[in-house]
């Protein structure tokens, strides 16, 4: 089973890491724990799409069937609302 260490900010201004196994179904968002409902589908090169698992409060159509994560959904300066 893959192992995954993930470092939450906290209001106090501390860090939280945590490791353990993935959650398969887990939005890939840092500190965010919705189950995810679709896959970035940004072109990283090679034929690559990002694939980073994304709930649907994460996620940004930009197209039919075509989801952006908010990091790529940023790079390509696409508005969420
Ligand atoms: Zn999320
Ligand atoms: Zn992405």
């Known amino acids: 089973m893959r192992m995954k260490c993930r470092v939450q900010q906290l209001e106090n201004g501390g860090m939280r890491i945590t490791c353990g196994p993935v959650r398969q179904s887990a939005c890939q968002v840092a500190g965010c724990d919705e189950d995810h409902v679709a896959l970035c589908d940004y072109r990283a090169g090679d034929g690559k799409t990002c694939d980073k698992q994304i709930c649907g409060a994460h996620r ?3 197209g039919a069937n075509i989801d952006y994560c908010p ?3 940023d790079q390509i300066g696409i508005n969420a609302k």
């Open 60 to 62: 940004t159509r930009v």
């Open 71 to 73: 990091d790529h959904r």
